[in-house]
T-cell receptor, first 111, second 115 residues
Framework: DAGVTQSPTHLIKTRGQQVTLRCSPK?????VSWYQQALGQGPQFIFQ???????QRGNFPDRFSGHQFPNYSSELNVNALLLGDSALYLC??????????FGQGTRLTVV | AQSVTQLGSHVSVSEGALVLLRCNYS??????LFWYVQYPNQGLQLLLK??????LVKGINGFEAEFKKSETSFHLTKPSAHMSDAAEYFC?????????????FGTGTRLTIIP
């Protein structure tokens, strides 16, 4: 079992650009959540996808959007990047109440 | 709404000593509670979780935590610290209802082990 895999591991973008991050959930998991972890902080919930629909959303602007595919994999898109979007982006997959399993994250740096 | 407070952003203990990391939560409904560990430049690894039943839960790497509803606490302990325990630890809470997978995290506690 490969667990939760995220790509890429690192990337650097310029202010105003757009970025897409990808996540493959743990085998058997149908729910994918995305979190933003700023340096020195705890992860903050962005949104969650289940059955290809956004089921819950945290306090993030519409510049943050996502998608879930029929195979449960997911993408996080961020438009009009700001310097403050620099963070570790974590994907978590889960199945009901068993607890979320996290990927290694994508380190996004906006310059 | 839920919230988590982790007392002590940095904790240092000697190798072999007791580890105690504190977590208090606020939740308007019965909570599920979790502890995660994060090593440098890595994602989060689930240490243990409380959902229902026994209030003392055991996790990986010798860690355990006790859910105390009256104190709204879920402190993490380990009897004897090992150098490999040095990491960042996060307490998290979520509402115990189907369809809700949103975790609310504390700000973390960095554990340092003194040789």
């Amino acid at each position: 079992d490969a667990g939760v895999t995220q790509s890429p591991t690192h990337l650097i973008k310029t202010r105003g650009q757009q970025v897409t991050l990808r996540c493959s959930p743990k085998s058997g998991h149908d729910t994918v959540s995305w979190y933003q972890q700023a340096l020195g902080q705890g992860p903050q919930f962005i949104f969650q996808y289940y059955e290809e629909e956004e089921r819950q959303r945290g306090n993030f602007p519409d510049r943050f959007s996502g998608h879930q595919f029929p195979n449960y994999s997911s993408e996080l898109n961020v438009n009009a990047l700001l310097l403050g979007d620099s963070a570790l982006y974590l994907c978590a997959s889960s199945l009901q109440a068993v607890g979320a399993f996290f990927g290694q994250g994508t380190r996004l740096t906006v310059v | 709404a839920q919230s988590v407070t982790q007392l002590g952003s940095h904790v240092s203990v000697s190798e072999g000593a007791l580890v105690l990391l504190r977590c208090n939560y606020s939740s308007s409904v019965p909570p599920y509670l979790f502890w995660y560990v994060q090593y440098p430049n890595q994602g989060l690894q689930l240490l243990l979780k409380y959902t229902t039943g026994a209030t003392l839960v055991k996790g990986i790497n010798g860690f355990e935590a006790e859910f105390k509803k009256s104190e709204t606490s879920f402190h993490l302990t380990k009897p004897s610290a090992h150098m490999s325990d040095a990491a960042e630890y996060f307490c998290a809470v979520k509402r115990a209802n189907f369809g809700n997978e949103k975790l609310t995290f504390g700000t973390g506690t960095r554990l340092t082990i003194i040789p």
